[in-house]
């Protein structure tokens, strides 16, 4: 029976080296963890969002926390959205992952941005530091990058569809990010 791998075990390597990750280890992590993990990215991420509105006095504190509801589900529902149409794509160029296997390597591709989200919501609750696009922004772009490692492998080592897809993706959450934060 295979050990099932969901905790920094998994994260880590996926934001620094996907491509290992999903060669060696994605078939023992859990599906449901993965969902997680992008789920609380953005809702800590979003959270932030809510928070520097907060404090600029454009928001209320109830904002901040709608803000996270609705990134944990925009986490939980349209990264792994994204993960179908990865799939879909990857499927032409004959790739032998599964489709759960590919949803949940999209969602694990945010593990960046859910290590950063983390920091950031530390320095924005306890030194009182408006910290989304220092630290929110900056993990979601560093995610794309984890995104283009992850498709990448997925894809049968095919470059320039990574970074065609990664950078499609990545720019569409960065301005559904902004569209959401001007609500």
Same mark, same amino acid.
């Given at each position: 029976?295979?050990?099932?791998?969901?905790?920094?075990?998994?994260?880590?390597?996926?934001? &620094?080296?996907?491509?290992?990750?999903?060669?060696?280890?994605?078939?023992?992590t859990s599906f449901i963890f993965s969902l997680l993990i992008s789920g609380l990215a953005f809702?800590?991420? &979003? *959270?932030?969002?809510?928070?520097?509105?907060?404090?600029?006095?454009?928001?209320?504190?109830?904002?901040?926390?709608?803000?996270?509801?609705?990134?944990?589900?925009? =986490? %939980?529902?349209?990264?792994?959205?994204?993960?179908?149409?990865?799939?879909?794509?990857?499927?032409?160029?004959?790739?032998?992952?599964?489709?759960?296997?590919?949803?949940?390597?999209?969602?694990?591709?945010?593990?960046?941005?859910?290590?950063?989200?983390?920091? =950031?919501?530390?320095?924005?609750? &306890?030194?009182?530091?408006?910290?989304?696009?220092?630290?929110? %922004?900056?993990? %979601?772009?560093?995610?794309?990058?984890?995104?283009?490692?992850?498709?990448?492998?997925?894809?049968?080592?095919?470059?320039? *569809?990574?970074?065609?897809?990664?950078?499609?993706?990545?720019?569409?959450?960065?301005?559904?990010?902004?569209?959401? =934060?001007?609500?």
């Open positions: 029976m295979q050990k099932k791998s969901s905790t920094l075990g998994s994260i880590l390597p996926m934001m &620094f080296n996907p491509g290992a990750f999903i060669e060696n280890h994605l078939e023992r809702a800590f991420f &979003f *959270l932030q969002t809510g928070l520097d509105l907060y404090k600029t006095g454009q928001k209320d504190l109830n904002y901040a926390y709608t803000m996270s509801g609705v990134g944990f589900l925009y =986490g %939980a529902l349209v990264i792994p959205f994204f993960g179908i149409l990865f799939w879909i794509f990857l499927k032409m160029t004959r790739s032998r992952f599964s489709f759960k296997k590919v949803v949940s390597a999209t969602c694990l591709s945010y593990s960046g941005l859910f290590i950063y989200s983390i920091f =950031g919501l530390i320095f924005s609750v &306890f030194f009182g530091w408006r910290t989304s696009v220092a630290f929110g %922004a900056t993990g %979601a772009v560093w995610s794309i990058g984890s995104l283009i490692g992850t498709v990448r492998q997925l894809s049968n080592s095919r470059t320039s *569809l990574a970074i065609f897809l990664a950078t499609i993706f990545g720019t569409m959450i960065l301005f559904s990010w902004y569209y959401v =934060g001007n609500i």
